[in-house]
Every structure is written in C-alpha cells, then in structure tokens.
T-cell receptor
C-alpha cells in the first residue's frame, strides 16, 4: 500500500457537468501527477504539479485543469464533461520531478 | 515520439510455470523503465524499476526484469507463477522531456490456470 489517497472512489456525472477529483500525496512527496485510464488501456498522462506549479502536460484539452496546494495535495478539475471522459483517474506522487511515482487507488468516473 | 509496446494482450500460464512478459520501448536517451501491476479495479503497484547500472533488476514478489539496450527491451520474468499473480501488467518509460510523465504500454493481462 502506498500513502497516496484519492477521493471520491466512484462518481457519476452527466454530460456537460463539472467534476473535481482530489489526491493526497505520500508523506515527503512534493510532486503529483495525474493520469487517465480508459477501459482496457494503459494510463495516459494528463499533467504534473511540482511545488504548486504545473511541470508538464500531456495531450489533454484545457477543460482539464489542476491545482496543487501548499501541503502538496492536488485537485483535478474537468469542465464540460463528455462521455469519453468516463475512465479511472489515477494520481501518483513522487519525491521530485525525476523520481519514482507511487499511485493511489484511483477515482472511477462515469459520465452519462 | 516516445512509446512503449507490449506485444502480448493476454497470456495464460499454469501455476508453477515460468513467466516472461515482453516490453519494447522507443526513447531517444537512456530510458528510465518501470513495471507496474494492477489488480482489477485497483491502482498501480510498482514491481521494479531500472534507472542505470546492473541491467538485471530485482523487484518485489519474486519478479525480475532485464534491460537490453540493443533490443530496446525490458522484459519481465518470474520463475514460478502463483495464482495470486493474475493481474494486468504495465510497462512504462519515464519521459523526462515532458515534465516527468510516464508513458505506458497498453498492458498484458495475465491469467493463471491450476
């Protein structure tokens, strides 16, 4: 078990709504990365935060946004939800930008 | 562009038999390589990693992997599979040109037969 926690565990939204997912990083870690895992696929990198600043972004539209707080916890916000946003959203924390990433259990989002 | 290929979508192995899961990567520099395991509905657990040094890497649960630069491969092995090893296995390369993203393969599902 890692010390990375995510909430909520499951979520159901309708198309067009907005959602906020939360992640608490492992003690001593200052970097949080977010991934989207569609059914039957490998995780896809959304973005990374290092000491409250965005430190890299994958090929996701601007309606995917994030925050990192002074305690290094993080939020992922998705606006104008689409059906294809249905996925498992994984958060990973690490000691720094180039260090090993440890994953939380994920939040499963269903968009109807 | 950086990429990871896991050629086998699904593998079935008898309990007690040996296992090898294949992983090929495409990366311009010296790669950071990882294997993660995912049980149904769960997050990813790190099995092992390669950053540099000895090309044979030992991990948890009796797994090992060998980095072969000439073949751009990082295959995962286990000498004797247990029923509890049934899961989804993901190979990943660290892309340190885009923050520090992990680029994952599509995964290999391992089934263990008795």
């Amino acid at each position: 078990e890692t010390g990375v926690t995510q909430s909520p565990t499951h979520l159901i939204k309708t198309r067009g709504q907005q959602v906020t997912l939360r992640c608490s990083s492992q003690s001593g870690h200052n970097t949080v990365s977010w991934y989207q895992q569609a059914l039957g696929q490998g995780p896809q990198f959304i973005f990374q935060y290092y000491r409250e600043e965005e430190n890299g972004r994958g090929n996701f539209p601007p309606r995917f946004s994030g925050l990192q707080f002074p305690n290094y916890s993080s939020e992922l916000n998705v606006n104008a939800l689409e059906l294809d946003d249905s996925a498992l959203y994984l958060c990973a924390s690490s000691r720094g930008g180039g260090e090993t990433q440890y994953f939380g259990p994920g939040t499963r989002l269903l968009v109807l | 562009a950086q990429s990871v290929t896991q050629p086998d979508i699904h593998i079935t192995v008898s309990e007690g038999a040996s296992l090898e899961l294949r992983c090929n990567y495409s990366y311009g520099a010296t790669p950071y390589l990882f294997w993660y395991v995912q049980s149904p509905g769960q997050g990813l657990q790190l099995l092992l990693k390669y950053f540099s040094g000895d090309t044979l890497v030992q991990g948890i649960k009796g797994f090992e992997a060998e980095f072969k630069r000439s073949q751009s491969s990082f295959n995962l092995r286990k000498p004797s599979v247990h029923w509890s090893d049934a899961a989804e296995y993901f190979c990943a390369v660290g892309d340190y040109q885009a923050g520090t993203a992990l680029i994952f393969g599509k995964g290999t599902t391992l089934s263990v037969s008795s």
